[in-house]
């Protein structure tokens, strides 16, 4: 009696760490590219996913007119990005899709994304082209229209995390929206260091 | 909501720019308060985001206290600052992000409500100007019970992620929160 009392008790904590841990193993990283993309970059020039194979990606899906959403992820990325020692952050680039190609012209993102760090890279590209883009990284954005409609004003619901890609092209993880700065760094330090 | 901003914006112009610079003659019935207002709600810390490049839209946070014991609601926020003011706030919708407008901030009596980056805000569309680090505007808050308040918001920097960055001092010094907030 004893005895199986002994093994209820502790059999149970035991066999719930290892249901938790079997969660976390068997999860196999079901994260992966559908495809690359073939966008324009706020220098003007085409970009593709294949002209960064050998250097890894910190990418964000967003738009110029997000007040508070953007800036806060690239607000994020960018503190991040001075936690990394150098030898580490050189190897990171860090990108800023813009989803709104109706009103976010090269000029305007190249303005925008200065602000938040010198190495950040702005790519925007046709509806169509952005779709894809979007699409291969199973991104989701939408446009709102604002109550009346105003062709100016609408908003974009869109994906909020951003995006960690290795030297390879392929997704190492998904940060969440206003994941704490030092986290993101540690957990790209984790995937860089060798 | 936007029915509401209209109105308001409508009764803004016919008005004329007097609300802004002399709140007390708009709303004769609640007086002038900056931060602190006579009816026991207090605006701590208002901020605005930066707006980087030529932006267009901007975010005001701010946090209301009320130490009345009426249960009140922001229900409009106006300034001459953007063609649209709104109540804002957002909803995580698995990893989307959506921003909505929503009708009014309930503010409960004995209670704090943050606007904060991520979350409630106000919603400045269509800014006349970027806003820039270090400068500041009126803006003014209506809110159902204490009335009209006018208070000055400081605009601090762009990549701002939580509110408290250290670059920018806070003007307002932080105010106890009596109910253990
Ligand atoms: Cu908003």
Same mark, same amino acid.
């Given at each position: 009696?004893?005895?199986?009392?002994f093994?209820?008790?502790s059999?149970?904590?035991l066999l719930?760490?290892?249901?938790?841990? #079997?969660?976390?193993?068997e999860?196999?990283?079901?994260?992966?590219? #559908?495809?690359?993309f073939?966008l324009?970059d706020d220098?003007?020039?085409s970009?593709?996913?294949?002209?960064? @194979?050998?250097?890894?990606?910190l990418?964000f899906?967003?738009?110029?007119?997000c007040?508070?959403?953007?800036? $806060?992820?690239l607000g994020?990325m960018?503190?991040?990005?001075?936690?990394l020692?150098? #030898?580490v952050?050189?190897?990171?680039i860090?990108?800023?899709i813009?989803?709104d190609p109706e009103?976010?012209t090269i000029?305007?993102?190249?303005?925008?994304?200065? $602000?938040f760090?010198?190495?950040?890279t702005?790519?925007?590209?046709?509806?169509?082209?952005? @779709?894809?883009a979007?699409?291969?990284?199973?991104?989701?954005f939408?446009r709102?229209? $604002?109550n009346?409609p105003?062709?100016?004003?609408y908003?974009?619901?869109h994906?909020?995390g951003?995006y960690?890609?290795?030297d390879?092209g @392929?997704l190492l993880?998904?940060?969440?929206h206003?994941?704490?700065?030092? #986290?993101?760094?540690q957990r790209?330090?984790?995937?860089m260091q060798? | 909501m936007?029915?509401?901003t209209?109105?308001?914006?409508?009764l803004l112009l016919a008005?004329?720019?007097?609300?802004?610079?002399?709140?007390?003659t708009?709303?004769?019935?609640?007086?002038?308060?900056?931060?602190?207002?006579?009816?026991?709600?207090i605006?701590h810390?208002?901020w605005?985001?930066a707006t980087?490049?030529?932006g267009?839209n901007?975010?005001v946070?701010?946090?209301?206290t009320?130490r009345?014991d009426?249960?009140?609601?922001?229900?409009?926020?106006y300034?001459?600052?953007?063609?649209t003011i709104?109540?804002?706030?957002?909803v995580?919708?698995?990893p989307v992000?959506?921003?909505?407008a929503v009708?009014?901030?309930?503010?409960?009596?004995?209670?704090?409500?943050?606007?904060r980056?991520?979350?409630?805000?106000i919603m400045?569309?269509?800014l006349?100007?970027?806003?820039?680090?270090?400068?500041?505007?009126p803006?003014?808050l209506?809110?159902a019970?204490a009335?009209?308040?006018s208070i000055?918001?400081?605009v601090?920097?762009?990549?701002?992620?939580?509110?408290q960055?250290?670059t920018?001092p806070?003007?307002?010094?932080?105010?106890p929160?009596?109910?253990g907030h």
């Amino acid at each position: 009696m004893q005895i199986q009392r002994f093994w209820r008790i502790s059999l149970l904590p035991l066999l719930l760490i290892t249901f938790i841990a #079997t969660l976390h193993a068997e999860t196999p990283n079901p994260l992966s590219l #559908t495809g690359g993309f073939s966008l324009m970059d706020d220098q003007g020039k085409s970009k593709h996913l294949e002209d960064y @194979r050998g250097s890894f990606l910190l990418v964000f899906f967003g738009y110029t007119y997000c007040p508070d959403i953007c800036p $806060t992820n690239l607000g994020i990325m960018a503190q991040a990005l001075n936690k990394l020692p150098p #030898t580490v952050s050189q190897r990171l680039i860090p990108l800023f899709i813009s989803v709104d190609p109706e009103r976010d012209t090269i000029k305007q993102l190249r303005e925008y994304i200065q $602000t938040f760090h010198p190495r950040l890279t702005g790519l925007t590209g046709t509806s169509a082209q952005l @779709r894809q883009a979007a699409n291969s990284f199973g991104v989701y954005f939408a446009r709102v229209e $604002t109550n009346p409609p105003n062709p100016k004003h609408y908003l974009i619901d869109h994906s909020a995390g951003t995006y960690f890609i290795d030297d390879q092209g @392929r997704l190492l993880e998904i940060f969440e929206h206003q994941m704490p700065p030092e #986290t993101m760094a540690q957990r790209i330090l984790q995937r860089m260091q060798p | 909501m936007t029915w509401f901003t209209r109105m308001s914006t409508a009764l803004l112009l016919a008005v004329g720019m007097m609300g802004l610079s002399g709140c007390e003659t708009v709303a004769s019935t609640a007086p002038l308060a900056s931060s602190a207002d006579a009816k026991g709600i207090i605006i701590h810390r208002p901020w605005a985001r930066a707006t980087p490049g030529s932006g267009q839209n901007g975010v005001v946070f701010l946090t209301i206290t009320n130490r009345s014991d009426l249960d009140d609601r922001l229900v409009a926020a106006y300034g001459t600052m953007a063609q649209t003011i709104e109540l804002h706030t957002h909803v995580l919708d698995g990893p989307v992000m959506k921003m909505r407008a929503v009708p009014y901030i309930d503010i409960p009596k004995g209670q704090s409500v943050e606007l904060r980056p991520g979350g409630l805000h106000i919603m400045l569309i269509q800014l006349q100007s970027p806003l820039k680090e270090g400068s500041s505007f009126p803006l003014t808050l209506e809110l159902a019970h204490a009335g009209r308040m006018s208070i000055d918001v400081i605009v601090k920097g762009s990549a701002i992620t939580n509110g408290q960055d250290h670059t920018t001092p806070s003007r307002d010094a932080p105010l106890p929160h009596p109910h253990g907030h």
